[in-house]
């Protein structure tokens, strides 16, 4: 598939587009309330310039809290799904070695694409593509997000794709992408449902998704951990979508649509009497409360994202094309 370039015409537009972002039109009514339309306004979500700018300021701020262990140099940078994530993992990291990552090295983002969605109303988004210095070949894509004009630029979502898996994006003659709403019914799966959807068919199989890693194979890989001589291990998957895990779809060339979302995960490991659960790693202890003695229950976050197809299309099933989670907290008991 070809690879999204970004907006057309960026550096005609970037000052006209943030001039239009800025501007909210002002009215008094009789009663003296000031009334504000701007949010209703179809507008690029920012500008190429802006966009580069947040992407270089988050792999800044990433390279420093990694670096330290400090989850505070880059709280500002990141919400959502991967605010979740990286705060754990920054936690147990500074809790294993509290002088900061003997192995960090810094995330470098080159060769970045970015696909900005003219929309009206908020969160105000964009995605970038970018190749990593880490994850092989496999594309880093990162969705930005904003609730306010004010807001910082964070990340929410974060995937690592292969390349010939990131899809065209329908565009306009300017060069903007189109986000297609959450309760769309002209996918085969509204965005909204693709978590709730995700979640019920890792526990109970279906037709709805494509087979590949994070699906059919999971769930055999879940059938085979489940049941272990003196250890048994269950799982609970629910959805995640208020807020900063809430959706987020980009309207493809066929039709069909690229959907962000996130699911949460229990994931329970019990000892039968006699026998104990095995030493987790340094890490998920640093995460964990309470005594293991019998029984561990662990709790993840997972950042999904997905090709939804249009509604009627051949095949009509989603395909999961990357998922990247993190163990969020741990109960001993």
Request: hydrophobic share 40%; glycine share 10%.
């Amino acid at each position: 598939m070809s690879r999204d370039r970004g907006p057309r015409r960026l550096g005609r537009l970037d000052r006209s587009a943030l001039t239009a972002v800025s501007l909210t039109v002002l009215s008094l009514t009789a009663s003296g309330c000031v009334v504000v339309h701007g949010e209703k306004e179809v507008l690029p979500a920012t500008t190429g310039a802006e966009a580069a700018k947040a992407l270089q300021q988050f792999t800044a701020a990433y390279n420093k809290a990694d670096e330290a262990f400090d989850s505070s140099l880059d709280a500002a940078h990141v919400t959502g799904a991967l605010g979740d994530i990286d705060a754990a993992r920054l936690k147990a990291g500074r809790v294993v070695h509290p002088d900061g990552n003997p192995s960090h090295s810094p995330l470098k983002l080159t060769d970045a694409r970015f696909t900005v969605p003219k929309k009206a109303g908020w969160p105000r988004w964009f995605v970038a593509d970018a190749r990593g210095n880490k994850g092989g070949d496999l594309r880093w894509l990162l969705v930005f997000t904003r609730n306010e004009l004010d807001d910082p630029w964070q990340v929410a979502f974060l995937t690592l794709v292969a390349a010939d898996d990131v899809p065209e994006f329908k565009k306009d003659a300017d060069g903007w992408a189109e986000a297609v709403p959450a309760n769309s019914t002209e996918l085969a799966v509204p965005p909204a449902d693709l978590s709730k959807d995700y979640a019920t068919f890792l526990k109970s199989g279906g037709k709805g998704f494509a087979d590949g890693t994070h699906t059919s194979l999971w769930r055999k890989q879940r059938a085979k951990e489940s049941s272990k001589p003196g250890l048994v291990t269950q799982y609970i998957d629910e959805p995640l979508t208020r807020g900063d895990y809430a959706p987020l779809a980009l309207r493809t060339t066929d039709g069909g649509a690229l959907v962000f979302f996130t699911t949460r995960r229990y994931q329970k490991q019990t000892a039968a009497a006699g026998a104990s659960i095995p030493t987790p790693s340094e890490g998920v202890q640093a995460l964990t409360t309470g005594e293991i003695k019998q029984s561990l229950m662990m709790e993840f976050v997972s950042n999904e994202v997905a090709l939804d197809p249009k509604q009627g299309s051949a095949d009509g099933k989603v395909s999961i094309l990357g998922r990247i989670e993190g163990m969020t907290s741990a109960q001993g008991s």
